[in-house]
């Protein structure tokens, strides 16, 4: 088993869920089997009791797992199915270990985070490496493993001096750091800034990890001179720095990695069993990657949810939309709509808002209200419901949207009145007896 670790510094939040997958990619498009494992320090359990402004939209497995969004990117990018056990946690780790204890399993031992929490970590990844994650039920023969926030981090530690002991345990030619980095670009100068990466590669390697790969997050593609320095102060080789800049979608960051050299590094660094041919895989994403910039057609979507502060609430809607947009090349808008700027209260508070909310939804092709939670915002949900319905706009409810938009429509095609036809619980209970047992055809 090779495993390949992807660690990031200065921010969070700066693509190592697109590193890991990018790499995982062109992995397996040389016929690879390809393995994800994503960590995330904090000490909840999973992520399904996050707010969507904490960490983004909840990622639902198949398996009922409520796992991070870059779990989501893995499935996607790498076509694999992942299990819960996939994630792992800070909660997760210190619940088995304690549970651990409570049995007895530790004959009485002191329990420390050196060596039953960083030993846990480092079973946990080998037993997760080894399952099959494709149809064929092939074992992997490369594991990527995402370590998320950013060195320094305090809840990271453990987990850094987990993989620190974990190097020496799998030997050397089995592992290897990919380390993510910013290459700030102030725009008073204009100047790339190598300052942030270097003290993040040296802290990193004071914690015992020395990255192989140093993988440049920039705004524009990367100096040479700029690499030259990377490389001298970090020890590394010029082409050991990679550079990811901005570009004008997330699937061609696996075409820059293949174009640096990421592959062949990789297979000497790792004595990979790869035949350096044209790849067909490979071949098919150049092409999804091209015709995405080449789309001439264009589409609207306003989404009208309670989180649109934060884009990655909505990444599973999101996701589909653009997959959905790029099968029948057209390119995609999303118009971002608060649903409570649509009440008739934010007309009172705020007009120019209530105006530009509905000036969004006007203008747009077709409506998707997603799912959400509690009261707030939903009155502005079914406004936007109705205007769909009235316009013979394309429409989409999701999970609360569909809900709403049957009440709309028994409030305005039906003409019930709100709460005037709620019932007993045990009233829906029988009606969904009869309608389930087929005893009531008018009912049903």
Same mark, same amino acid.
């Given at each position: 088993?090779?495993?390949?670790?992807?660690?990031?510094?200065?921010?969070?939040?700066?693509?190592?869920?697109?590193?890991?997958?990018?790499?995982?990619?062109?992995?397996?498009?040389?016929?690879?089997?390809?393995?994800?494992?994503?960590?995330?320090?904090?000490?909840?359990?999973?992520?399904?009791?996050?707010?969507?402004?904490?960490?983004?939209?909840?990622?639902?497995?198949?398996?009922?797992?409520?796992?991070?969004?870059?779990?989501?990117?893995?499935?996607?990018?790498?076509?694999?199915? =992942? %299990?819960?056990?996939? $994630?792992? +946690?800070?909660?997760?780790?210190?619940?088995?270990?304690? !549970?651990?204890? &409570?049995?007895?399993?530790?004959?009485?031992?002191?329990?420390?985070?050196?060596?039953?929490?960083?030993?846990?970590?480092?079973?946990?990844?080998?037993?997760?490496?080894?399952?099959?994650?494709?149809?064929?039920?092939?074992?992997?023969?490369?594991?990527?493993?995402?370590?998320?926030?950013?060195?320094?981090?305090?809840?990271?530690?453990?987990?850094?001096?987990?993989?620190?002991?974990?190097?020496?345990?799998?030997?050397?030619?089995?592992?290897?750091?990919?380390?993510?980095? =910013? %290459?700030?670009?102030? $725009?008073? +100068?204009?100047?790339?800034?190598?300052?942030?990466?270097? !003290?993040?590669? &040296?802290?990193?390697?004071?914690?015992?990890?020395?990255?192989?790969?140093?993988?440049?997050?920039?705004?524009?593609?990367?100096?040479?001179?700029?690499?030259?320095?990377?490389?001298?102060?970090?020890?590394?080789?010029?082409?050991?720095?990679?550079?990811?800049?901005?570009?004008?979608?997330?699937?061609?960051?696996?075409?820059?990695?293949?174009?640096?050299?990421?592959?062949?590094?990789?297979?000497?660094?790792?004595?990979?069993?790869?035949?350096?041919?044209?790849?067909?895989?490979?071949?098919?994403?150049?092409?999804?990657?091209?015709?995405?910039?080449?789309?001439?057609?264009?589409?609207?979507?306003?989404?009208?949810?309670?989180?649109?502060?934060?884009?990655?609430?909505?990444?599973?809607?999101?996701?589909?939309?653009?997959?959905?947009?790029?099968?029948?090349?057209?390119?995609?808008?999303?118009?971002?709509?608060?649903?409570?700027?649509?009440?008739?209260?934010?007309?009172?508070?705020?007009?120019?808002?209530?105006?530009?909310?509905?000036?969004?939804?006007?203008?747009?092709?077709?409506?998707?209200?997603?799912?959400?939670?509690?009261?707030?915002?939903?009155?502005?949900?079914?406004?936007?419901?109705?205007?769909?319905?009235?316009?013979?706009?394309?429409?989409?409810?999701?999970?609360?949207?569909?809900?709403?938009?049957?009440?709309?429509?028994?409030?305005?095609?039906?003409?019930?009145?709100?709460?005037?036809?709620?019932?007993?619980?045990?009233?829906?209970?029988?009606?969904?007896?009869?309608?389930?047992?087929?005893?009531?055809?008018?009912?049903?």
């Amino acid at each position: 088993m090779k495993y390949i670790l992807v660690t990031g510094g200065v921010i969070s939040g700066i693509g190592k869920g697109i590193i890991a997958s990018s790499v995982g990619t062109i992995l397996k498009s040389c016929g690879l089997h390809v393995t994800a494992i994503k960590i995330d320090p904090y000490i909840n359990i999973d992520a399904g009791t996050f707010s969507p402004y904490e960490h983004g939209e909840v990622f639902v497995l198949d398996d009922g797992g409520e796992v991070d969004l870059d779990l989501g990117n893995y499935e996607r990018f790498l076509d694999i199915r =992942l %299990i819960r056990d996939n $994630n792992i +946690t800070t909660g997760k780790i210190y619940q088995s270990v304690i !549970n651990k204890e &409570r049995k007895g399993d530790y004959l009485g031992k002191t329990v420390q985070v050196v060596p039953h929490i960083t030993d846990a970590i480092q079973e946990w990844v080998m037993k997760q490496a080894t399952i099959s994650v494709d149809e064929d039920g092939v074992e992997p023969q490369v594991c990527v493993i995402e370590l998320g926030g950013t060195v320094g981090d305090i809840e990271s530690m453990p987990f850094i001096e987990a993989f620190r002991q974990f190097q020496f345990k799998v030997k050397r030619e089995n592992f290897c750091n990919i380390h993510v980095s =910013l %290459i700030p670009q102030p $725009n008073t +100068t204009g100047e790339q800034k190598t300052k942030p990466t270097q !003290n993040s590669v &040296r802290e990193l390697r004071g914690l015992g990890l020395s990255p192989d790969l140093i993988v440049c997050r920039c705004t524009t593609p990367l100096e040479t001179s700029v690499k030259e320095k990377i490389s001298m102060f970090c020890h590394v080789e010029p082409t050991q720095v990679i550079c990811v800049h901005d570009v004008s979608s997330i699937y061609r960051v696996p075409l820059l990695l293949e174009d640096q050299g990421v592959v062949s590094y990789l297979c000497e660094r790792l004595n990979l069993p790869i035949e350096m041919r044209p790849r067909k895989m490979f071949t098919k994403w150049k092409e999804m990657a091209d015709r995405s910039d080449r789309l001439l057609e264009h589409v609207s979507i306003a989404l009208v949810g309670k989180y649109t502060k934060l884009a990655d609430s909505y990444t599973s809607v999101i996701k589909a939309l653009e997959h959905s947009a790029l099968a029948i090349n057209h390119k995609l808008e999303v118009k971002y709509i608060d649903s409570a700027d649509l009440e008739t209260t934010t007309l009172q508070d705020d007009p120019v808002k209530y105006h530009e909310a509905w000036q969004k939804l006007c203008s747009a092709h077709g409506v998707l209200v997603p799912g959400g939670f509690g009261g707030r915002g939903t009155e502005g949900k079914m406004q936007a419901i109705s205007w769909a319905r009235k316009q013979n706009k394309p429409f989409l409810g999701v999970c609360l949207g569909m809900q709403l938009a049957v009440c709309e429509f028994a409030r305005s095609v039906l003409g019930w009145e709100a709460k005037k036809h709620l019932l007993p619980v045990e009233s829906y209970m029988e009606m969904w007896n009869m309608l389930t047992n087929g005893t009531d055809t008018d009912l049903r």
